[in-house]
């Protein structure tokens, strides 16, 4: 699928660069990362408004792995194109997470995306994100005497189409939607997901160095599981998303961003022996980042995470805190 998106963009700009003004735009970023849970690092670093807050982790029994040390690589490659419709931004950002002690936890993510802005005020953002062979974990895989565990694997194939209007000089209104997949290993394919999310995000430049946002999202997704003529389990949920922050200019070379999440997991199972019927999580999540800019090309940031996850059934608490060093270079 993404070699097939791939090919109709390198096609598309060969039909349009002999008539359009192109641009290109090159940059590369890498982070080190402290992270006291390798299980939940992953899900914590993807949460926010424009990742992916509903990427699901190893069940909160098992999580408290331990520590790591994690390099998040990461390159934006993108090439813009102006013709008499409007311009086209079309850009290609691979990343991966590469742990230092548990190498079996690294992983890879691809993200393709086309924005096309109609107007000055009025732009379509599409995206396919997809994040293959996902590891989550050890998990039970029947519940059978004795009990069966093995690895579980996920991965993910998720397409974003968002519309950004802007309302006036000082607001803009983004409205986005996402459909998606979770393909799980064969040992779990009975928990393979479709999913679908909408939801609103505002934000509002309060002057020329301070921008406020807010946003949410409802998410619905659906186990084929369910559908089992006597199903062991459905994953099936209602997921709530919220988030607001800041984005702030401190001096002339130094960047804050703040951000809060909330999120709320319903499980909707109705098996009365499945372990998530009745089940509910609450996340609560801040994240702090520092950017300072270098010189032109080069910028530095600091990052603090941290993440709490519970769910009702269980008397406990879940942590994860991340702390990151990096450097943005702009080819």
């Known amino acids: 699928m993404l070699l097939r998106i791939l090919f109709l963009i390198g096609v598309f700009w060969s039909a349009e660069l002999s008539q359009a003004l192109a641009e290109w735009s090159v940059s590369a970023n890498g982070t080190i990362f402290y992270t006291d849970d390798v299980a939940l690092f992953s899900a914590t670093r993807r949460s926010g408004l424009d990742g992916d807050p509903s990427q699901p982790v190893l069940d909160v029994t098992r999580t408290g792995l331990g520590s790591d040390m994690v390099f998040e690589p990461g390159f934006l490659v993108s090439k813009s194109i102006t013709t008499g419709l409007g311009r ?30 109609f107007t000055p005020n009025t732009a379509l953002r599409l995206r396919y994100f997809t994040a293959p062979d996902q590891l989550l974990g050890n998990s039970e895989v029947r519940r059978t005497e004795p009990e069966v565990f093995a690895n579980e694997r ?14 006036s000089d000082n607001w803009e209104l983004r409205v986005q939607g996402r459909v998606g997949k979770r393909l799980y290993n064969d040992a779990f394919a009975r928990r393979n997901t479709t999913f679908w999310t909408i939801g609103p995000h ?18 619905r ?4 599981g369910r559908h089992d003529f006597e199903p062991e389990e459905d994953n099936s949920y209602v997921h709530h998303f919220f988030a607001a922050g800041l984005d702030a200019e401190l ?14 997991n319903n499980w909707t199972s109705g098996i009365v022996d499945d372990e998530r019927n009745g089940q509910h999580e609450n996340i609560f999540q801040g994240t702090g980042r520092l950017l300072y800019q270098l010189t032109d090309q080069t910028a530095l940031t600091l990052t603090f995470q941290r993440a709490n996850r519970g769910v009702n059934a269980f008397q406990r608490v879940d942590h994860n805190t ?3 060093v990096g450097v943005i270079y702009r080819f």
């Open 88 to 117: 086209t931004v079309f850009s290609i950002k691979p990343q991966g997470f590469i742990f230092a002690v548990n190498p079996e936890w690294s992983q890879a993510s691809i993200a393709a995306e086309a924005l096309h802005s």
């Open 154 to 167: 996920v991965t993910s194939h998720v397409g974003y189409i968002r519309l950004e209007q802007r309302l």
């Open 202 to 219: 505002l934000f509002w430049r309060v002057k020329e160095h301070l921008r406020l946002f807010a946003g949410y999202h409802y998410e």
């Open 221 to 224: 997704g659906l186990a084929s």
């Open 251 to 264: 001096l002339p070379h130094l960047e804050l961003e703040l951000d809060f999440h909330y999120e709320r």
């Open 322 to 324: 991340n702390v990151g």
